[in-house]
């Protein structure tokens, strides 16, 4: 069990420039999570996938987000044309689904517009 | 939707005092997890539990679901204790899937040698 992993770490972009970024999630978990962190914030729920389908997306996730899950193991997570607002750190979770639904965190990454 | 409280925001201890963070939550809960979140960003799990009591070291948590509220206990605090705990909630959906934690805006704890 190697944990959550997220790629990349950090992410420096211009506005207007579209990122995306990967995680991976525990290998038997089903269930995986985007969160975002702003400085001084709890996260903020974006999306969650249950293997392949996207179940649940918060409002927050506006029309430039777009998030995929291939074949029910990683994740990628879009941002096009990027705005300064979209500065943040970008977590991934997963778990697996059942009785007692820990959710584990990867290590995030950091996106800085400029 | 659910609202979740901690307090208090800021906690400055020295090594070696014990300390209590709360969390209060404004609706039932499916879920409730603490985290710490380290210096570099990164969630590490505490305890999964949306009812009773948990320990786990120099750490124990209780939520008292029927009131709507959690305790996090660290004992014989130490430095790397320092960093930001969350609470974090989920609640059952409309739908009936389970699924986004919803999460306070944490304690910081500062903990000097």
């Known amino acids: 069990d190697t944990g959550v992993s997220q790629n990349p770490r950090h992410k420096i972009t211009k506005r207007g420039q579209n990122v995306t970024f990967r995680c991976d999630p525990i290998?038997?978990?089903?269930?995986l999570y985007w969160y975002r962190q702003t400085l001084g914030q709890g996260p903020e729920f974006l999306t969650y996938?249950?293997?392949?389908?996207?179940?649940?997306k918060s409002r927050l996730l506006s029309d430039r987000f777009s998030a995929e899950r291939p074949k029910g193991s990683f994740s990628t997570l879009e941002i096009q044309r990027t705005e300064q607002g979209d500065s943040a750190m970008y977590l991934c979770a997963s778990s697996l689904m059942g009785s007692q639904e820990t959710q584990y965190f990867g290590p995030g990454t950091r996106l800085l517009v400029l | 939707g659910i609202q979740v409280e901690q307090s208090p925001p800021d906690l400055i201890l020295q090594e070696g005092a014990n300390s209590t963070l709360r969390c209060n939550f404004s609706d039932s809960v499916n879920n409730l997890q603490w985290f710490h979140q380290n210096p570099w960003g990164q969630l590490i799990n505490l305890f999964y539990i949306p009812s009773g009591t948990k320990q786990n070291g120099r750490l124990s948590a209780t939520t008292v679901a029927t009131e709507r509220y959690s305790l996090l206990y660290i004992s014989s605090s130490q430095t790397t204790d320092s960093g930001v705990y969350f609470c974090?909630?989920?609640?059952?959906?409309?739908?009936?899937?389970?699924?986004?934690?919803?999460f306070g805006k944490g304690t910081k704890l500062s903990v000097k040698p």
């Open positions: 996938f249950q293997n392949e389908a996207q179940l649940e």
């Open positions: 974090a909630v989920e609640t059952m959906n409309y739908g009936g899937s389970q699924g986004n934690l919803i």
């Open positions: 290998s038997e978990h089903n269930r």
